[in-house]
């Protein structure tokens, strides 16, 4: 035997059915991809065509009169670094934050018992158990998420 057909593979041949989910497939995330890439590249072109007519709204797909003035005055901008380390600072500490809140709200959602657990049991749909409360029989949903925490639960 040659070293060729000791490494070919088969090829099982492709349904027809695959072949049109294959196409649908490439086609809707082509699609998608363009949806995702076009505003970017449609402010990249706005940014070096002329400002008259991107102001007139004559740009469209195409950059018409390009020029890069536009980022030689971004250059000359004072406060420029300060804008960036705000926004920097804002996306870095809004993200560590919700990540802590998500890992606590978790934390709460997977325990099946703690000090407030009757606040949340309603939203629950896992449990069949009614929530352990003293409300009596006229407690209701109102009631239930807005009573205070038991705090002599542990």
Aim: include cysteine.
């Amino acid at each position: 035997m040659s070293a060729v057909s000791k490494t070919a593979k088969r090829r099982k041949p492709i349904a027809a059915e695959d072949v049109v989910f294959n196409i649908l497939n490439y086609t809707f995330f082509i699609l998608f991809a363009i949806a995702c890439a076009f505003p970017f590249y449609y402010l990249f072109i706005n940014t070096i065509s002329d400002n008259d007519l991107v102001s007139s709204g004559k740009i469209t797909i195409f950059p018409q009169g390009i020029h890069f003035t536009n980022y030689i005055s971004l250059l000359n901008v004072n406060d420029l670094g300060t804008s960036f380390l705000v926004s920097v600072a804002r996306t870095v500490i809004g993200t560590v934050l919700m990540v802590m809140a998500s890992a606590l709200v978790g934390y709460l959602v997977t325990k099946r018992t703690h000090r407030c657990q009757d606040r949340y049991n309603i939203l629950r749909r896992d449990q069949g158990r009614r929530p352990h409360n003293n409300m009596g029989s006229g407690s209701g949903v109102h009631k239930e998420l807005f009573m205070e925490c038991d705090l002599r639960k542990v």
